[in-house]
């Protein structure tokens, strides 16, 4: 890699013309990966797009009438100090707040070149070419504000935060709520009943220990394997999975935990306490997100926990 400073006049505008080439394609993918989602959004990445196409082609018009017409590939990661953007372009579907955000560091970053490079130049045209692209930089944060403006209508915005709000539980809120049901409930069973077949706590946690673990696992690669997300718009499989296979766990060992006090009835209070804190935060996450009513959704889950603790203590007597 080379430092900026090595780099001639000819070779600063070979890398801003591959810079705005980068940009303007990255800024076009957002568009076309908002374009179902949020469509209002994808406009102004779409003008954004445009935007950075005509700097290029000031650019490379500028380097043509200087130095001739072949221009050497230069590349943000050939030269040194350039930030490396993860390419979150290419993830389908796109957040909005992480495309927004790392639309602000790279134009950040581009004025930061631009007011560089135009105070190395020695070449008039090119120094206020590069000086003229680094106030259009400056002011690219009032051009998307304008953007925002003719194209996010408050009708447009609320269609979007919608969608960001399907988009959230569908994503996260019910790999998660689908995890911590599974973990507060499937495991009531085996480790209640090796709590009153035992009355030994820490056989008990053991048991619930080796039982929130074991379910998590499962879950998180059956919600992962279950499906890629690219028809149903569920995000990557692997977030999904690791999403519902922590929420598992966690569900389970909540009161698994209890069983390491030593006191058997004792550490079967503490979990039973835990159990319908466990049952009320379903309850609510389900009326929250889920538009269910909240007692219904309480009752359902009362009822299938119930039926599991009951299970497990007949199991555990018999």
Do not use: C
Request: hydrophobic share 45%; glycine share 8%; no cysteine.
């Amino acid at each position: 890699m080379r430092t900026f400073s090595d780099l001639g006049q000819r070779e600063i505008l070979a890398l801003a013309i591959s810079l705005e080439e980068e940009h303007g394609r990255i800024y076009a993918d957002y568009a076309d990966g908002l374009k179902d989602s949020y469509p209002a959004s994808s406009k102004v990445f779409s003008d954004m797009a445009d935007e950075e196409n005509e700097h290029r082609r000031r650019l490379i018009d500028l380097y043509r009438e200087t130095f001739g017409d072949h221009i050497p590939l230069i590349r943000r990661q050939d030269v040194r100090g350039f930030l490396r953007h993860d390419p979150i372009w290419m993830v389908r579907p796109l957040g909005l707040d992480k495309v927004r955000k790392q639309a602000e560091a790279i134009e950040y970053e581009t004025r930061k070149f631009y007011d560089h490079a135009a105070s190395r130049s020695t070449h008039t045209g090119i120094r206020k070419l590069l000086g003229d692209l680094a106030a259009a930089e400056r002011v690219h944060e009032t051009i998307a504000q304008r953007l925002e403006q003719e194209h996010l209508t408050p009708g447009a915005r609320h269609a979007e935060e919608k969608a960001r709000r399907n988009h959230f539980v569908l994503q996260i809120v019910q790999p998660g709520l689908l995890g911590l049901m599974d973990g507060s409930v499937s495991t009531l069973a085996p480790l209640f009943a090796a709590a009153f077949a035992t009355h030994d706590t820490w056989q008990t946690f053991l048991v619930g220990l080796a039982a929130s673990v074991g379910a998590g696992i499962s879950m998180g690669f059956a919600e992962a394997l279950s499906d890629d997300g690219e028809l149903t718009g569920r995000g990557h499989p692997w977030l999904r999975g690791w999403i519902t296979g922590m929420m598992t766990m966690i569900g389970g060992l909540g009161h698994t935990l209890p069983y390491m006090i030593s006191d058997f009835k004792t550490a079967t209070t503490v979990a039973i306490i835990v159990v319908a804190l466990e049952l009320w935060a379903i309850a609510w996450i389900r009326a929250r997100y889920m538009d269910t009513r909240f007692l219904q959704a309480a009752f359902e889950v009362v009822v299938g926990g119930a039926i599991v603790f009951a299970a497990g203590i007949l199991i555990g007597n018999a």
